[in-house]
């Protein structure tokens, strides 16, 4: 049977016998790093977690950017 490792910055509403959660914001590299070397190396990621910022092209605070490069990209890497 599958287990599988969940990785959110709150405690999921549901508790299985096959799941595990380790609590981890995965847009912050060394958090996502520590939190990896607590697993075994994984067979199929997923990466589901998400964050949206809107502007007209050029008025996209780049702090926000940021946070959403590290959060899209940064973390799926």
Excluded: C, K, Y
């Amino acid at each position: 049977s599958w287990q599988v490792i969940g990785m959110s910055r709150s405690l999921p509403p549901f508790s299985q016998p096959n799941f595990r959660h380790l609590m981890v914001d995965v847009s912050q590299r060394s958090a996502l790093l520590a939190a990896l070397e607590q697993i075994e190396p994984p067979q199929a990621i997923i990466h589901a977690a998400g964050s949206m910022a809107a502007a007209t092209l050029g008025n996209l605070d780049p702090q926000r950017s940021e946070s959403l490069w590290r959060l899209h990209v940064d973390a799926a890497q």
